[in-house]
């Protein structure tokens, strides 16, 4: 969908952060998407090898952690994960469920690389 | 050289997140309520708030904020046409209003004078659902001819709503759509949300949601 999008703003957390604590390089970027976050990740490290381009972030791998789409049923609280389409609870048969996880979206941490200062 | 992990556990769109709270905070400010309308393409988005406009005969002071993809100002001359203020925000073929959209569109209304911001989102089932706008719920209309599956093909846009509209209910005796199916899909990604289905066209259905918009109107000024 908005993958570009979604990249540049991975680049301005990983660079901002990266700042931060004085990194020359960024080597990681560990990503944490949930199931229900429609985010193709093909696209995203290809809009990234093309922004990254340039600057610290250059040549950074992604790493995706995908989370499952967990539901509870808010009749009878049966915990159920998400298969392909939307069901009702496999327990009760109750319509009403609430997401327990899947909608994760964010940059959990990046790993970068400083120079050693020299001893002496 | 050193390899060091850094924690950073912040949201993708944090950014937006942030801009979006601004124009929350802008619009409490003075007071105003306001709505993020989202459908897909042809649903009646724009028809939907002239009738809007049109019913609420001056009672409540509306600005408007439309948002397309393309160059055009189609939309935004109908509304100021209707005696209303409208901004027209062109995208750049963006499929979605992210929320820096939404702050220059603010800019350009007359907010000291207004009830009521509708911010009529680009056509699209998809995108628009990820981006917090700053506004204050979200609407969708759903209309008959798209079919009685698009809760199921679009669950994300229907989690995140307080209210969905069902347009064009006068056109469910020519094509295939089963309300019953329909809203077993909406109940399960979203138990009792308040549904009105009416036609822009013949009017009917229309006055309910319009006494639940005053309503909201003058329930956010009275705490705001």
């Not at chain 2, 569109?105 to 995108?127: A, F, M, R, S």
């Not at chain 2, 706008?133 to 809760?151: C, F, M, Q, R």
């Amino acid at each position: 969908m908005h993958e570009l999008s979604v990249t540049e703003n991975i680049l301005e957390i990983a660079l901002t952060h990266a700042k931060a604590s004085f990194a020359k390089k960024v080597t990681d970027i560990y990503l944490v998407i949930g199931q229900l976050s429609s985010i193709v990740d093909d696209s995203v490290q290809f809009y990234w090898d093309y922004i990254s381009e340039n600057t610290i972030c250059a040549g950074a791998r992604l790493h995706f952690n995908r989370i499952p789409a967990n539901f509870r049923c808010i009749k009878c609280n049966h915990e159920f994960q998400m298969k392909n389409e939307l069901t009702a609870c496999p327990n009760c048969g109750s319509m009403q469920t609430t997401i327990i996880s899947g909608e994760e979206f964010y940059v959990d941490s990046i790993e970068i690389e400083k120079e050693v200062e020299k001893s002496i | 050289m050193s390899a060091i992990r850094v924690p950073v556990v912040e949201k993708i769109f944090s950014a937006n997140d942030r801009m979006a709270e601004l124009n929350r905070n802008l619009l409490n400010s003075h007071n105003i309520f306001s709505i993020n309308l989202m459908a897909s393409p042809g649903a009646g988005k724009t028809s939907f708030i002239l009738e809007t406009i049109k019913r609420l005969n001056h009672s409540l002071r509306i600005g408007v904020i439309e948002g397309d993809t393309a160059p055009v100002t189609i939309d935004a001359d109908k509304i100021i046409a209707a005696g209303m203020p409208a901004v027209q925000i062109n995208t750049g073929g963006d499929c979605h209003l992210e929320a820096s959209m939404m702050s220059d569109g603010l800019n350009q209304l007359p907010l000291d004078d207004l009830d009521l911001v509708i911010v009529e989102n680009v056509g699209n089932l998809i995108c628009p659902a990820a981006w917090d706008l700053g506004t204050h719920i979200n609407v969708l209309i759903a209309s008959v001819p798209e079919g009685d599956d698009k809760p199921y093909k679009y669950p994300n846009i229907y989690r995140g709503l307080k209210v969905l509209v069902v347009n064009k209910t006068d056109l469910a005796p020519f094509v295939k759509f089963d309300m019953d199916y329909f809203r077993q899909g909406v109940e399960m990604l979203n138990p009792g949300l308040v549904t009105f289905p009416l036609s822009c066209r013949t009017g009917d259905g229309f006055d309910k949601w319009i006494e639940w918009l005053i309503t909201q109107v003058h329930a956010h000024q009275q705490t705001s």
